[in-house]
């Protein structure tokens, strides 16, 4: 299936967007339109929060990558430097801004997109990435770099979730950190690596929300972290497998902790990555 795009001085007219020397800027890109060929843009970085991917999931359903396919990505990215985790996110973020707003197939690989239609020179910090990920792997894909980075910055004891409110940063007890230990004890390695993946999506999507962006906001920093968890599972953005939606769910019902609130997601986020770095390099 091809790709229905929309023209791009059309799309400058709805925006009542013009830059100037033969140049429009569309989607917060600074385009070229000379000859009618796209041949550069300036980037202009727009946060990409769940306002954004209720956009594009309203145009393209989306859906997890393969975890197997997802392990091969992020050990990819694991030998990649922060700079280059930075500009694939950064990239992502233009075929985002695409995405949202013109029709697209939801098969279309979405490296090839970003080559082809975007001419974008930059690309994926993963070989696995440009192979396997579609257009409808975009958020999922954007979440693996995201996650990435922020191991990256775990790993140099640089802090995390800089731009995160810090009212989601609580520190946790001994106690608390005694209990999460005890609890991902019975999470299996993937599934300890879907509850990272969760954790974090819950963080950035459901409570990392400003009131005034969202009229179904609702603030869960007082409530229990297990309860917002189980919400959002309920809730996630993407087309789930139901099985490992289910497992999920029956692990995090069943074995996490009642005692920690949603304002230390970001400290459980940490630890949880502690304990699945363990885990792996106990597997070697």
Excluded at 83 to 111: M, R, W, Y
Excluded at 236 to 251: A, G, Y
Aim: net charge negative; proline share 2%.
């Amino acid at each position: 299936m091809g790709i229905e795009l929309y023209n791009l001085n059309d799309l400058a007219k709805l925006q009542n967007v013009n830059d100037g020397d033969n140049c429009i800027k569309v989607l917060g890109l600074r385009w070229n339109i000379k000859d009618d060929r796209i041949e550069t843009f300036t980037y202009r970085a727009e946060f990409t929060n769940s306002d954004v991917f209720k956009d594009l999931i309203g145009i393209i359903k989306q859906e997890r990558l393969h975890s197997a396919i997802q392990a091969q990505i992020s050990e990819e990215l694991n030998k990649t430097s922060y700079s280059d985790l930075c500009q694939g996110l950064d990239i992502l973020d233009i075929a985002i801004s695409f995405l949202k707003s013109v029709k697209t197939s939801p098969e279309l690989n979405l490296n090839e997109f970003m080559t082809k239609t975007l001419k974008i020179e930059s690309k994926l910090p993963s070989y696995k990435a440009q192979q396997a990920a579609k257009c409808k792997h975009t958020m999922s894909l954007w979440m693996i770099l995201a996650i990435e980075r922020t191991k990256c910055k775990a790993r140099y004891d640089k802090a995390t979730f800089d731009g995160t409110s810090d009212s989601l940063k609580i520190p946790l007890s001994d106690d608390q950190k005694k209990a999460v230990r005890e609890a991902l004890k019975g999470f299996q390695i993937e599934q300890n690596s879907l509850l990272l993946e969760v954790l974090y999506e819950l963080i950035i999507l459901m409570l990392d929300v400003p009131m005034s962006t969202d009229e179904d906001y609702v603030d869960r920093s007082a409530s229990s972290l297990k309860d917002s968890l189980l919400a959002y599972i309920g809730a996630s953005l993407f087309e789930e497998d139901p099985q490992k939606e289910d497992i999920l769910t029956e692990k995090v019902s069943s074995m996490f902790p009642e005692n920690i609130i949603s304002a230390q997601a970001v400290e459980v986020w940490n630890l949880t990555n502690d304990i699945l770095m363990d885990k792996l390099y106990e597997k070697k």
